[in-house]
């Protein structure tokens, strides 16, 4: 499976997307382990995608901008042709900069209204247990399921750890 990560570029036609959110400053390396299971799979229809930037840690102002524009690019073509794979992975470290996973936070809260209100996007949500704020995102989604029955063949929650995660994802390919 081809690995894409930030701000590489590739022609993605033809390709079921599937992007890797969740958070990356004061996380587990998640998306490594992630990606690393899948590189030498042989899943040539599906191209990962992985927010991690290669370069430098610390952004200018116009790194931030294009970042957050390629990660907009390729959520979307994930919607589009594949899935949106969410892991809340647990905090780490300390951040006295930002408030932990905040950008995921608001992406899995983009990405559930899409989900409320259309058909099309599927997403999978694997997690730690001791992520903050687990519970209540969790009962969100429980609520939407069970108040719209059609929407669990859009949203997979997988039980709690990375392995869990990785077998979801994995079985969403080869179905």
Request: hydrophobic share 35%; net charge negative.
């Amino acid at each position: 499976m081809e690995i894409l990560y930030s701000p590489q570029v590739t022609n993605l036609q033809d390709k079921k997307v599937i992007f890797l959110a969740g958070p990356v400053r004061c996380a587990e390396k998640w998306q490594e382990i992630v990606c690393k299971h899948f590189k030498n799979k042989d899943y040539s229809d599906y191209i990962m995608v992985s927010p991690i930037y290669i370069g430098t840690n610390k952004f200018t102002p116009e790194q931030h901008d294009t970042q957050i524009r390629w990660e907009m690019a390729h959520l979307e073509a994930a919607s589009e042709s594949g899935f949106i794979a969410f892991f809340l992975s647990d905090q780490l470290e300390d951040d006295n900069e930002q408030s932990y996973a905040r950008t995921t936070r608001f992406e899995l809260g983009e990405w559930y209204g899409e989900i409320k209100n259309t058909n099309d996007v599927n997403i999978i949500i694997g997690y730690d247990k001791k992520f903050a704020g687990l519970n209540y995102i969790l009962k969100k989604i429980n609520f939407l399921i069970k108040d719209n029955p059609i929407k669990a063949k859009q949203i997979t929650i997988c039980s709690e750890g990375l392995q869990s995660f990785i077998n979801h994802i994995e079985n969403k390919i080869v179905r």
